[in-house]
């Protein structure tokens, strides 16, 4: 954890190698405003109450102009970001070891880790005050001088978060299970490209994950959306490539290798394909903007 907190430049730190909670409002201006795709070796459950023009890339849903949402990260997810410094809320971060739960029954319990499940849920108006009061009391119980009974108190603390998290987690689930077929299908599709597109360029290999044939799986995400399912592989590669270009600092090459293209020439042509743009030409264009 403090490996990363160092990397990004914010000033917080924890003496506490398998728990951590902090704000966002800890991020200062000199921390760094967007981070290329990574892993993690804890679990994150993020509470964000206001994005400003931040873009949380954990899954393709547009979830930047709702008032508050919850993300659920594990270490199985590829995940980056770009941060506006108006972003609020808090982050969890926590090794699962901490809890007193089998890996297994841990990762059947809390499904909402799961690769191939929703990862992001939005929470509703009447619900908001509840979730804050919660991470508010264990951000206070955390930062608290530290006694005799104060991992037990925190283990309970994020006991609670989590199961808060499973009970609102339910409720959403449901309103995708309700959907058409084809269209949970394509929810589920989607959350798989996200974890996966840096290494699964094909729809074989997404429809192996999903349990179904590659036809039906493109009729499927066709009937749905109108569009074929190769598109959604690419939108996700493109966005994580705009990302890169506009706010990062390394060069062309060594984006095309991040996003494991087999070549900078590679990389180019599938740029300029979907954007009619070259790298080049596009973050001379967005990094003027800044």
Same mark, same amino acid.
């Given at each position: 954890? $403090? !490996?990363?907190?160092?990397?990004?430049?914010?000033? %917080?730190?924890?003496?506490? /190698?398998?728990? =951590? *909670? +902090?704000?966002?409002?800890?991020?200062?201006?000199?921390?760094?405003?967007?981070?290329?795709?990574?892993?993690?070796?804890?679990?994150?459950?993020?509470?964000?109450?206001?994005?400003?023009?931040?873009?949380?890339?954990? $899954? !393709?849903?547009?979830?930047?102009?709702?008032?508050? %949402?919850?993300?659920?990260? /594990?270490?199985? =997810? *590829? +995940?980056?970001?770009?941060?506006?410094?108006?972003?609020?809320?808090?982050?969890?971060?926590?090794?699962?070891?901490?809890?007193?739960?089998?890996?297994?029954?841990?990762?059947?319990?809390?499904?909402?880790?799961?690769?191939?499940?929703?990862?992001?849920?939005?929470?509703?108006?009447?619900?908001?005050?509840?979730?804050?009061?919660?991470?508010?009391?264990?951000?206070?119980?955390?930062?608290?001088?530290?006694?005799?009974?104060?991992?037990?108190?925190?283990?309970?603390?994020?006991?609670?978060?989590?199961?808060?998290?499973?009970?609102?987690?339910?409720?959403?689930?449901?309103?995708?299970?309700?959907?058409?077929?084809?269209?949970?299908?394509?929810?589920?599709?989607?959350?798989?490209?996200?974890?996966?597109?840096?290494?699964?360029?094909?729809?074989?290999?997404?429809?192996?994950?999903?349990?179904?044939?590659?036809?039906?799986?493109?009729?499927?995400?066709?009937?749905?959306?109108?569009?074929?399912?190769?598109?959604?592989?690419?939108?996700?590669?493109?966005?994580?490539?705009?990302?890169?270009?506009?706010?990062?600092?390394?060069?062309?090459?060594?984006?095309?290798?991040?996003?494991?293209?087999?070549?900078?020439?590679?990389?180019?042509?599938?740029?300029?394909?979907?954007?009619?743009?070259?790298?080049?030409?596009?973050?001379?264009?967005?990094?003027?903007?800044?």
């Amino acid at each position: 954890m $403090n !490996d990363l907190y160092r990397h990004i430049n914010v000033p %917080v730190q924890t003496s506490n /190698s398998s728990l =951590h *909670i +902090y704000r966002f409002s800890d991020f200062t201006k000199d921390s760094i405003e967007s981070i290329q795709p990574h892993t993690k070796d804890f679990h994150q459950v993020s509470f964000i109450l206001g994005f400003g023009n931040s873009e949380l890339n954990i $899954n !393709d849903q547009k979830v930047n102009d709702l008032n508050s %949402v919850l993300y659920f990260i /594990s270490p199985n =997810h *590829i +995940y980056s970001w770009v941060r506006d410094q108006k972003i609020d809320g808090y982050i969890l971060n926590f090794k699962q070891g901490f809890l007193p739960i089998k890996p297994e029954d841990f990762q059947g319990q809390f499904s909402f880790f799961r690769l191939d499940k929703l990862n992001a849920i939005p929470i509703e108006p009447e619900e908001k005050q509840r979730v804050i009061d919660i991470f508010e009391e264990f951000y206070s119980e955390y930062h608290q001088p530290r006694n005799s009974f104060s991992e037990e108190i925190l283990r309970h603390y994020l006991q609670v978060v989590l199961y808060k998290c499973l009970d609102l987690y339910k409720k959403r689930v449901r309103t995708v299970d309700e959907l058409p077929k084809n269209q949970g299908l394509f929810v589920k599709y989607q959350n798989l490209i996200n974890n996966y597109y840096l290494s699964k360029r094909s729809i074989k290999e997404y429809a192996a994950l999903l349990n179904v044939t590659p036809n039906h799986l493109s009729d499927a995400i066709k009937s749905s959306t109108g569009k074929n399912a190769l598109y959604y592989i690419n939108q996700r590669l493109l966005l994580e490539a705009k990302n890169l270009l506009k706010y990062g600092n390394e060069d062309i090459k060594q984006i095309a290798y991040t996003l494991n293209f087999a070549s900078p020439s590679h990389f180019g042509k599938f740029f300029k394909k979907n954007t009619l743009k070259t790298p080049a030409n596009y973050r001379k264009e967005h990094q003027s903007e800044k």
